[in-house]
Every structure is written in structure tokens, then in C-alpha cells.
């Protein structure tokens, strides 16, 4: 099992940018996919990017893409998400997730991570 702290939520207005940072500890960072997610209100968690265990692939959702770039750095045990160009929609609280399964293959599947932060809120006002 893995214990995550994600940090680095707030407020921001439209078209600013923030980074998220997730901190992990209780087994080796480096040998498990990571993903983060997100969950506004009335709303299902939903998938926002992922990172292979080497951190060479990543992938984004669709509604991302360009505007936020997800990162890791294994000697840090820790898993970046730096976001652009915010929108209102963006609204949300951001959660880090660690798959469970060494060396394995990144998802974009609620259902496929074992491990959840606690999650930050992040608040785009227009």
C-alpha cells in the first residue's frame, strides 16, 4: 500500500495556471503507474491524465490535452500535474491515484488504481 498527500490546490482565476504535487510514501514510487483524477460536485470522479512507472508515456483526457501535462519524478517519490489556461469547468477536487500492480501499465479506469490521495480543490472563478 501507498500513502498520497496531494498539495498545491487553490483559487485561480480564468486562464491561470497552478501545479499539483503528490507525495508518496509506504513503498517504491517508481515501480507503479500513477494517474490523476478529478470529481466536481454531482458529478462522477473522472479520469484527467496518467503517467507510466518510468514516466516515458503519459496520456491526458480529451478536455486536457494542451493545456495540462502530468509529470514524476521517482528520485522525489513524487507525481506532478501542471495546469494551463484554466477554465471554470476545471472546477474540481484533483485526486493522485497509484496503481497497484508493479511495472504495469497505465490506465485511465477508476477502477484499476488502489490508492487514492485525499484530494485538493482546485476553484477557477471567472
Known amino acids: 500500500q501507498v500513502q498520497l498527500v496531494e498539495s498545491g490546490g487553490g483559487l485561480v482565476q480564468v486562464g491561470g495556471s497552478l501545479r499539483l504535487s503528490c507525495a508518496a510514501s509506504g513503498r517504491t514510487f517508481s515501480r507503479y503507474p500513477m494517474g490523476w483524477f478529478r470529481q466536481a460536485p454531482g458529478k462522477e470522479r473522472e479520469f484527467v491524465a496518467s503517467?507510466?512507472?518510468?514516466?516515458?508515456?503519459?496520456a491526458y483526457a480529451d478536455f486536457v490535452k494542451g493545456r495540462f501535462t502530468i509529470s514524476r519524478d521517482n528520485g522525489r517519490n513524487t507525481l506532478y500535474l501542471q495546469m494551463n489556461t484554466l477554465k471554470p469547468e476545471d472546477t474540481a477536487v484533483y485526486y493522485c491515484?497509484?496503481?497497484?500492480?508493479?511495472?504495469?501499465?497505465?490506465?485511465?479506469?477508476?477502477?484499476?488504481?488502489?490508492?487514492w490521495g485525499q484530494g485538493t480543490q482546485v476553484t477557477v472563478s471567472s
Open positions: 491515484a497509484a496503481r497497484g500492480r508493479q511495472y504495469g501499465p497505465m490506465s485511465n479506469r477508476t477502477s484499476d488504481y488502489d490508492d
Open positions: 503517467i507510466t512507472w518510468l514516466g516515458g508515456i503519459t
